[in-house]
């Protein structure tokens, strides 16, 4: 191929990041992809996609989905719409043939995300799923050590994800906040993030237990209304986790972290060492290195700090000195899509990768509401 026809479905914050990403794959990795066109971008309204083409440089605007994912000029699809019009969409563009590029989460349940597993199959396209926390240096680095054994055993971890901003009882509803149109609250908008993370890092899970909170029950139904529209998600879930290797674990999401900013902490605890990263720290690794020698005054133990930044083999810029930026994950996530799709290796993280991070969801929703464990379901 000489040329990669992009076509976006929504421009709101994940799409706008998306087309920067696009714009910048050229400049981070030159020559190692075709030429990244923008085709063609949809929005719901014409006053609306004409101001996406205009702002984001795509050759031609649409308001209506079909016709983008018709566009002979258009190969990938880019899924960044709410999570309730993942489906339907997906599968218009796997019947027209076309690879899709989607935000997280898949879909609605497991039973959307199995369809649409096979309903990719049957076409043969590839779909790539936007997990873009798993291109931040320091996680690759955990995972590159991790598989070396140098933390032998897993014992436990311990992972959590706080946001803030959904205190105020007079914000207003939102589809995020309906349960038929978002799938579930922090745990789908947070918490596939980490369990698509732990998966990356330790393997897959076997079974959970969950607790769900919602702290505000009704908002109003638009900014400054006195009409109230009931809460069907939950503000904030914790989990106890089961691997299937063994190790245990918790995991907690919240989205009314008081103070919080995009607070993701992971640790990690074997039996030769220990791994911690902090979003907010993003550009290093902390080790703890138990083989090391001990001695009376502590000898050669203690955390080790490893520079990560953005040590990305084969990157033209920035150089591996700069420190990182939550956009360049996002561009790195769509350049090994787009790598795979060329070079035709598997994708990483795929469509298989959303449906199994959508299964240890809907056993927590299960466990939620039983009080008890419940086991994983596989694909």
Excluded at 67 to 81: F, G, T
Excluded at 285 to 295: E, K, M, P, V
Excluded at 315 to 334: I, V
């Amino acid at each position: 191929m000489k040329a990669i026809g992009i076509g976006l479905l929504g421009y709101g914050a994940s799409g706008r990041i998306h087309t920067l990403g696009y714009r910048e794959l050229s400049l981070l990795y030159p020559g190692r992809l075709p030429e990244i066109r923008l085709a063609g971008v949809c929005t719901r309204t014409p006053d609306s996609a004409r101001a996406a083409a205009q702002q984001g440089g795509f050759s031609v605007w649409y308001s209506e989905p079909s016709a983008l994912i018709r566009d002979p000029a258009v190969e990938v699809i880019d899924c960044s719409l709410p999570n309730y019009l993942h489906r339907e969409m997906l599968l218009s563009a796997f019947a027209a043939g076309k690879h899709v590029y989607c935000e997280k989460p898949l879909a609605l349940d497991g039973a959307e995300a199995r369809q649409l597993v096979q309903a990719a199959g049957r076409a043969g396209v590839k779909v790539g799923l936007t997990f873009n926390f798993r291109f931040i240096p320091a996680l690759m680095r955990a995972r590159q050590l991790i598989a070396q054994g140098a933390l032998g055993g897993i014992y436990s971890f311990h992972a959590e994800y706080l946001h803030t901003g959904y205190q105020n009882p007079e914000r207003p509803m939102s589809w995020r906040l309906r349960k038929d149109q978002a799938g579930g609250g922090a745990l789908v908008d947070l918490g596939s993030h980490l369990i698509d993370l732990i998966r990356y890092l330790l393997g897959e899970f076997k079974a959970v237990r969950a607790l769900l909170q919602t702290f505000i029950r009704e908002r109003p139904v638009a900014q400054g209304s006195r009409e109230k529209e009931p809460v069907t998600v939950e503000d904030a879930a914790w989990l106890q986790a089961r691997l299937a290797s063994g190790a245990i674990g918790t995991i907690e999401v919240t989205r009314f972290a008081t103070g919080a900013l995009d607070d993701l902490n992971i640790e990690i605890y074997g039996e030769k060492g220990a791994l911690r990263f902090k979003l907010m720290d993003a550009n290093w690794l902390y080790w703890f290195d138990a083989t090391r020698s001990a001695g009376p005054l502590g000898g050669e133990q203690g955390w080790t700090r490893l520079e990560t930044v953005q040590h990305y083999p084969g990157a033209a810029l920035p150089p591996p000195r700069s420190f990182l930026g939550w956009t360049r994950t996002h561009a790195e996530n769509q350049f090994q899509f787009l790598r795979s799709l060329m070079e035709g290796t598997k994708v990483e993280p795929d469509i298989s990768d959303g449906l199994r991070t959508q299964l240890v969801m809907e056993a927590a929703y299960r466990s939620a509401e039983a009080g008890d464990w419940a086991p994983v379901q596989q694909e």
